[in-house]
């Protein structure tokens, strides 16, 4: 595999686990049926924080994945596979 053909598909996996988080979040928050806004807050990131990550405009670092965890109080690996 070309080294063109590498990146791609690197791009590509991070497209999908960015999708994959941004959803997830989502469907948790809506489940517990609070705000973008007011979940930002909790987890002490700035108003919109929430609304950018939905949007896929980033991916959380490590600390604010876990502070989503812990907000949502599920495992990482409870988040990744959906269990709740």
Request: net charge positive; with cysteine.
């Amino acid at each position: 595999m070309s080294m063109k053909n590498d990146k791609k598909l690197q791009n590509e996996s991070c497209a999908e686990f960015l999708e994959f988080v941004s959803n997830r979040v989502k469907e948790l928050r809506m489940s517990k049926n609070v705000s973008a806004r007011k979940m930002s807050l909790l987890i002490g990131q700035h108003c919109g924080y929430i609304t950018k990550l939905e949007t896929q405009k980033f991916s959380p670092s490590v600390i604010c994945f876990l502070k989503i965890c812990n907000y949502f109080e599920i495992s990482p690996e409870e988040f990744f596979n959906g269990c709740t």
